[in-house]
């Protein structure tokens, strides 16, 4: 059986990371009154699953600190969040452009922590996965770029390592003809490429952030269409089994029991 998804983890999506709680701590010590009341609403809706209501909080910090990077990194979270609920397609897409408008301010501002680096790569990605394979091929040194630059300040980041993972599974899934074409085309952006490398980069998610099911549906996801059906579906067990902590957690919940129902396995 083969899963024609890409292993980008849906909600992704762009979730408050391991030891955020502490970043959030050292945030709302450094900041005015107002960003980090629009923090504290901020995090409390992301936390009970509500993007839109998170959203607004941080865009309303945003309003009157247009560079706090607290906010500017949780606000591309949370429009990622709502671009992988989005049902219609451009609305999906402008939410995910919102999203790399926020990452990209929140890099810019401050360069030297991850969180903006990751969210944007993950926004380029995600802009750029349901494009024909030669657009995403030209769109890869963005998303690439970004997750680099991620690692290079945090090498356990596992945004970035699932982007990275993500990427090179697409490239996998494509035809060799496909990946000949490419190569000629855009050279480094798929050179290389291996199944080997999407789970390396997979693992080190699942591993650096365990509670996030997106990272196990993404590495589950990708053993099942490198061939090794038995180990995707134990790594897809994780969704079934752990708690919801992000809002598109519950469809993703449901799309595994789908998914290995079809296969004829259980929960």
């Known amino acids: 059986m083969r899963v024609y998804v890409a292993a980008w983890g849906m909600a992704a999506i762009a979730v408050l990371p391991a030891g955020a709680e502490s970043q959030t701590a050292r945030g709302l010590s450094r900041v005015p009154p107002v960003v980090a009341e629009a923090l504290r609403a901020g995090d409390e809706d992301h936390t009970a699953l509500r993007p839109t209501e998170a959203l607004e909080h941080f865009e309303a910090g945003l309003a009157t600190t247009p560079d706090a990077f607290e906010l500017l990194w949780r606000a591309s979270r949370e429009a990622l969040a709502l671009g992988e609920l989005a049902t219609n397609d451009q609305r999906r897409a402008e939410w995910f452009e919102r999203g790399v408008g926020y990452a990209r301010r929140a890099a810019e501002a401050e360069p030297e922590r991850v969180e903006g680096h990751a969210h944007l790569a993950l926004a380029l990605w995600l802009s750029a996965r349901s494009r024909p394979a030669s657009d995403r091929a030209r769109r890869a040194e963005g998303f690439v770029g970004a997750a680099r630059q991620a690692l290079a300040v945090d090498p356990s980041d596992a945004t970035a390592h699932r982007v990275l993972g993500a990427w090179q599974a697409d490239i996998m899934r494509m ?31 699942v591993s650096a952030e365990p509670q996030r099911l997106v990272h196990h549906y993404a590495l589950g996801t990708m053993l099942i269409d490198a061939g090794r059906e038995a180990e995707g579906h134990e790594a897809l067990r994780q969704v079934v089994e752990r708690p919801s902590l992000e809002p598109m957690d519950p469809a993703l919940k449901q799309r595994v029991r789908d998914l290995l129902a079809g296969a004829g396995t259980s929960d």
């Open 175 to 205: 035809s060799a003809v496909t990946r000949w074409t490419l190569e000629r085309l855009v050279g480094d952006a798929v050179s290389g490429a291996s199944w080997a490398a999407a789970e390396d980069h997979l693992r080190l998610a």
